[in-house]
Nanobody
């Protein structure tokens, strides 16, 4: 069973940037996604990337977030720029569109106005 460990979150001012990392304990050959969940909200996918680098983004982050992966390091990244207070959430990674692995602990991103 693959374990996923997210990191890189923090507190940042609006307009700032962060890079999140998701390290898998095993090989990740599937399409991978970054998800986020704000308090009281449903978890939503924000970005996905196939094994050969084809990406897809939610409209709310398009043009601001970039997802990429290193298949050798079993790591998926989310580069976030021009952050907004509404990006505040716990961010998780997992396979997409079907969740195949246990959820990790996530990494908290807080954007202050």
């Amino acid at each position: 069973q693959v374990q996923l460990v997210e990191s890189g979150g923090g507190l940042v001012q609006a307009g700032g940037s962060l890079r999140l990392s998701c390290v898998a304990s095993g090989s990740i050959i599937n399409r991978m996604g970054w998800y986020r969940q704000a308090p009281g909200e449903q978890r939503e996918m924000v970005a996905s990337v196939t094994s050969n680098g084809v990406t897809n983004y939610a409209d709310s982050v398009k043009g601001r977030f970039t997802i990429f992966r290193d298949n050798v390091k079993n790591t998926v990244y989310l580069q976030m720029a021009s952050l907004k207070p509404e990006d505040t959430a716990v961010y998780y990674c997992n396979t997409y569109p079907v969740v195949l692995h246990p959820w990790g602990q996530g990494t908290q991103v807080t954007v202050s106005s």
